[in-house]
């Protein structure tokens, strides 16, 4: 909870507390953004620290980062730092069954592109940047098991120690926020109560990841300032380059029917359902058949919940909030806004009134309507 300190003067100051549950894009960015503010911050994630492994795994290796999620990290004075490590796609390179190339360009000014970034670089960079606040602590390994939704306290498991008692941990923090992903915890608690909206629906697509490595030269072995996609009617494929000068495709099929996941079983078949959609990228993949093989096929969920914020000190942000599946392309770039108008709206509204308690509420009101209002605008 909020601490006091004596001050030369006399005065006190208060140091209010926040708990992220979740260490991912959103909730790193939030414990930079509100440890510049003063808060004391914790971040609980359920994972190991994955700088240990040097990479996050089990998601797409790369996003598309756009404008609205650049002017997020400038916020906490880290978008410098991201964008030299970024690809910028200038447009779409639209590949047809005949091999013919169509670019279409995002804009005419050649300075706005989408950029393409690492998510586990990026998720790496946020995290380190966090961790070297004096005022932001973050812990791994720590599965959240219960909310209490009126103190605000939450509950985790300790999964990196063995003693069943050691392993329990609270934590009573001022605001409380759920960064936890799609399928999150702190949403779910919060689902347990009166007039709170919720839906999830599945696509009927799946989608499962290949590579196009770098060229014999060691170059790119296509254009690398361009989102490629090859468009196929009730399916397509889309490429995007990564700084190793590799290109990560991923494939969005039906799991069932007439060209779907079901029906391509064996390497041979991968091969010649390729050759037929997508020729011109076959002689560029020297690992297809390892590829096809040996990677998962993924679901994608579309998460819809309201409200954002509740109980007058708990939050939803990014996925936790409104998750949607990477073919909208939006996902980060919604996530990090968020991050930045939660900061915002709470800034504003402490400048203004310099105490806590039901005003986190009223901030987080005009959090979530004008978050809301926004997000429906980018998906249109």
Known sequence: MSTSSATTDGSTTTTRSVAIVGAGLAGSLLACLLAKRGFAVTVYERRPDPRARGFIGGRSINLALSTRGISALRCAGLADRVLADVIPMRGRMMHATTGDLTFQAYSKNPDENINSVSRGGLNLT?????????NVTLRFSMRCTDIDLDTGRATFHDESVDDPAAAVVHTDADLLIGADGAFSAVRSALQRTDRVDYAQSYLAHGYKELTIPPAANGEFAMDPHALHIWPRGGSMMIALPNQNRSFTCTLFWP???DGGFDKVRSTSE???????????AVPLMPTLDEDFLQNPVSSLVTVRCW???????????????????????????LGLRDVAALAEVIRIWLTRHRRWGSPVYL??????TTRAAAMADTLQ
């Open 126 to 134: 946020l995290l380190d940047a966090a961790d070297a606040m004096d």
């Open 255 to 257: 799991f069932e029917g």
């Open 270 to 280: 991968a091969r010649a359902h390729m050759m037929f959609h997508y020729g011109d």
């Open 307 to 333: 409200p954002w914020v509740s109980h007058e000190r708990i939050a939803l942000i990014g996925d936790a909030a409104h998750g949607v599946h990477p073919i909208a392309g939006q996902g980060l770039n």
């Open 363 to 368: 901030a987080g009101e005009s959090y979530g």
